[in-house]
């Protein structure tokens, strides 16, 4: 589904969180929303979720209204929060159960409804457990599958690998992207910039409640990096490959990271090509020369400024 948000405002009083947002992804893609702590990363995602009005502007979900529609959007979207609300004496089983209750599912259909996630999330075995013992990254899975519980076409994600440790994380990033290659459109918002970057089609940067980039990943890289990024690594030796490799025209910033060089080229694409082929003339066994993909952590660093509301 498609999913565009058009001039979105939103004001508290005389602050504005949110100022004249527009953004749009697709099914099938997983967009980062990125941007420093009081952004309006929140307070834009709340709004999508229908949990909030804008002050002016719309969501639309292939084409229809968040604002005039809200009941029928919400049979689209899954949307976590950036923490789970725990319920005392409430089983992980139970939770799911009653959410599934919410959104009118009945009988054998909701029960169905709920073992499928359970089993997707990898929460059959602890169904069992009351809320209030699990760990973080337990409560994100179930946070996760009660957002999926509805099979919604679109996931809005405020924040899900915070406090989550490595393999948690991993497990979070494997499932979006199964989710992705199921054709739901996911927005994701996140300080790990690095993980982002492995799953991301494309980005928008936020600041001060204002949009200062978005796109793909490739487009902003096109428009924000003056150089293009590469790796290489030869059998030979690797200092002896820099040290050529640093002769050459339009060649910057190399450097040795473990076995491979990383460098960058002030240049067309087509300038990496004679790059190569003067290396392979000076009889360097070259065994990978690639260009490096885009990294967040440089793009965000180099688009925002730090400023807060």
Request: hydrophobic share 40%.
């Amino acid at each position: 589904m498609r999913v565009e948000i058009q001039n979105l405002r939103r004001e508290f009083g005389k602050t504005v969180a949110v100022d004249n947002v527009s953004f749009g992804f697709d099914h099938g893609q997983i967009y980062g929303f990125i941007g420093p702590n009081g952004s309006g990363k929140t307070t834009t995602m709340r709004i999508m979720a229908t949990l909030d009005e804008p002050t002016s502007g719309d969501v639309f979900i292939n084409g229809i209204s968040a604002i005039e529609e809200p009941d029928l959007i919400r049979k689209f979207i899954g949307y976590v929060p950036d923490s789970l609300r725990a319920y005392w004496d409430t089983t992980v089983h139970e939770y799911l159960d009653f959410f599934a209750r919410a959104y009118g599912i009945k009988g054998a259909q909701r029960e169905a409804a709920v073992t499928q996630v359970e089993t997707f999330t990898s929460l059959t075995d602890i169904r069992e457990k009351k809320l209030t013992a699990l760990s973080k990254g337990m409560r994100q899975r179930v946070s996760l599958a009660r957002a999926l519980i509805n099979d919604p076409q679109v996931l809005i994600l405020d924040e899900p690998a915070a406090g989550l440790d490595p393999r948690a994380r991993i497990e979070l990033r494997e499932l979006l992207i199964l989710l992705a290659e199921q054709k739901k459109s996911i927005l994701i918002s996140s300080h790990i910039l690095t993980e982002l970057t492995e799953i991301c089609h494309g980005v928008i940067i936020i600041e001060r409640g204002r949009v200062l980039e978005k796109g793909t990943i490739d487009q902003v890289t096109q428009r924000r990096a003056a150089r293009r990024a590469y790796t290489l690594r030869v059998e030979d030796s690797p200092i002896e490959a820099m040290r050529d490799l640093m002769l050459l025209p339009h060649v910057e910033n190399a450097r040795i990271a473990a076995k491979e060089i990383l460098f960058e080229i002030d240049g067309p694409p087509s300038v990496a090509a004679d790059v190569l082929s003067s290396l392979i003339q000076r009889r360097h066994r070259v065994t990978d020369f690639h260009e490096t993909r885009a990294n967040l952590e440089d793009i965000f660093m180099n688009v925002t400024k730090g400023e807060l509301q």
